[in-house]
């Protein structure tokens, strides 16, 4: 049987979107070269995605994702690697930056789609009279904006911590999301008043790179590869839940976290220094087992350890007060 998967897969391209998840969006590149490609990933996002262990869940649930073009809602404690598994997706498939929206209770579905700078127009109105002004100098599409800008491939879209949310902006995402479409008024109205027929350039929410609009409208070819991470801190209406997939990650396995340390960690240490960080992960799993801890504060503790800070079985006391330090619980209040 073939393999079905692209992430992690045999698969090189990404199949035909179900007939319900077909848009008609027309791609359109910058009249200016140097302007009409979105820039590479840096070597942070490169790290990030090159680190991340995928297990076969996930795997599983990252292609149905793609497959279907449907956004994927990631809910686990902090430090299960949520926000991770977007990067992981973007540089196995080769698909750029991630464009990543954070999530706040003030934030709001203009935010993430696009925002206009009414005020430094009317500014250079009045610095230079009678000289004419381009709109699309003064808009800029935000990540959800840019992520649904009609391409080939799909981008990948990171909205972290969508339960931060204000109440609304669920259900207001859930519109776009079956769309794959938004408006951009203040064009559609030039449209509107014979307004130039060429298409407007808009900045993408990456630097330097340019996006023609037609008519207002933005319109995906391929729907964006979304993650949206959530801590599981509230419920969320049926209706988004029903235009989303939804996957739960657990604590790293013994095997996964081994893998993480490896990922990040292996061309760092000397035989003695592994030897010292067995004491570590055994430490970082008992306690782990009754208290809440994040992968990160395991990586930390290897690192030091790695640069001679006296931990695991090089603690001189035995119960050492950096590494209590270090592998405080996240929960339960400072005093923990």
Known sequence: MTDWRIFKGDRKT?????????????????????RAEPPAPDEKQIRIGRGYQAEEAEIEMVNAALILRRPLLVTGKPGTGKSSLAYAVAQDLGLGPVLRWPVTS???LKDGLYSYDVLGRLQHQQLHPGERTEIGDFLRLGPLGTALAPRERPRVLLIDEID????DLPNDLLHV??????????????????GPPAPVEIRAHD????????????????????VLTSNGERDF???????????????????????????????????????????LLENF??????????????????YLRLLGAPLGAAATDEKSRLEEALLKPLSGGLAS
Not at 247 to 258: G, M, V
């Open 14 to 34: 990404l199949p035909e979107a179900p007939p319900w998840r077909r848009f008609a969006g027309k791609v359109a590149r910058s009249a200016r070269p140097e």
């Open 106 to 108: 003030r934030s709001t």
């Open 164 to 167: 931060k949310s204000d109440i």
């Open 177 to 194: 999301f079956e769309d794959g479409a938004f408006d951009i008024p203040e064009l559609a109205r030039l449209a509107e008043e014979g």
């Open 207 to 226: 630097d330097d790179y340019w996006i023609p609009v037609e008519r207002g409208r933005v319109t995906c070819r391929e729907f964006p590869f979304i």
């Open 237 to 279: 209406p049926p209706a988004f839940l029903r235009r989303c997939l939804r996957l739960t990650l657990q604590d790293p396995s013994p095997a996964k976290l081994a893998g993480i340390v490896a990922a990040h960690l292996s061309g760092e240490a000397d035989a003695e220094a592994k030897a010292d960080w067995e004491i």
């Open 285 to 302: 799993e008992r306690r782990r087992s009754v208290q809440d801890l994040s992968t990160d504060q395991l990586l930390n503790a290897l």
